[in-house]
């Protein structure tokens, strides 16, 4: 279980990605179900899905954060995209997903189950 403090330090995470987003970067998940988790966490950005990259290489904000799944399989997607954005001229982010992978030790391995830290009603 998260104590009050990891859970501190996770918000903080999120308010800063936030802002960043408010500045005009945007953030890529790897679906559909990765937004929707972002969004009832309180998160208002621009939020791109690599299911529909192609061809929208070119009409990237500067700057873009990748936020994929904190797996052996979302780590390989992470590196496979910062490759194709970088050589389109992009400003590709990955710290605030290094900075989530803590989230494992919690059994969080994917964006999606990022709901775990929803209050319950």
Same mark, same amino acid.
Do not use: F, P
């Given at each position: 279980?998260?104590?009050?403090?990891?859970?501190?330090?996770?918000?903080k995470i999120f308010d800063q990605l936030a802002a960043e987003s408010e500045e005009g970067a945007a953030v $890529?998940?790897?679906?559909?179900r990765d937004? !929707?988790? $972002?969004?009832?966490?309180?998160f208002?950005? !621009?939020v791109i899905l690599a299911s529909r990259l192609r061809g929208e290489v070119e009409r990237m904000p500067k700057k873009v954060i990748l936020l994929l799944d904190f797996d052996r399989e979302g780590l390989k997607?992470?590196?496979r995209l910062a490759k194709t954005l970088s050589s389109a001229g992009v400003k590709v982010d990955d710290s605030y997903h290094k900075r989530l992978r803590i989230l494992k030790r919690y059994g969080i391995t994917t964006v999606e189950s990022l709901r775990s830290l929803l209050p319950t009603s």
């Open positions: 279980m998260m104590d009050d403090e990891m859970y501190e330090k996770i918000k $890529l998940v790897e679906g559909v937004e !929707r988790v $972002l969004r009832m966490i309180g208002k950005g !621009r997607n992470m590196k």
